[in-house]
């Protein structure tokens, strides 16, 4: 089991940036997947940026270049730096965790979700 509680989120302007934070209840080091994932209004939920257990990072291709996934294992927090934000981004963004060595940005194999923190970009 592990808790996952999310903050940063807000609104800013086309071009803003924004650090979303994850506290996690538990070690997050290794043999643990870490993700971000959003869902906009009427959309699915979509996989952002991802660190399996093994270090490996992924980001979806609308984030490339722009979003930074990190974690501070000594606070046990996950972070997303988002740059140059565009209205596209727009959406509730959620961390999300995973007990499998491999889980990249899949949403199913997720097992554990924060509660979520709202994103807003204006333009």
């Known amino acids: 089991q592990v808790q996952l509680v999310e903050s940063g989120g807000g609104s800013v302007q086309t071009g803003g940036s924004l650090r979303l934070s994850c506290a996690a209840s538990r070690d997050i080091y290794s043999d643990i997947c870490m993700g971000w994932f959003r869902q906009a209004p009427g959309k699915e939920r979509e996989g952002v940026a991802a660190i399996d257990s093994d270090g490996s990072i992924s980001y979806a291709d609308s984030v490339k270049g722009r979003f930074t996934i990190s974690k501070d294992s000594a606070k046990n927090t996950l972070y997303l730096q988002m740059n140059s934000l565009k209205p596209e981004d727009t959406a509730m963004y959620y961390c999300?965790?995973?007990?499998?060595?491999?889980?990249?940005?899949?949403?199913?194999?997720?097992?554990?979700w924060g509660q979520g923190t709202q994103v807003t970009v204006s333009s």
């Open positions: 999300a965790a995973s007990p499998l060595v491999w889980a990249a940005m899949v949403v199913g194999l997720y097992n554990y």
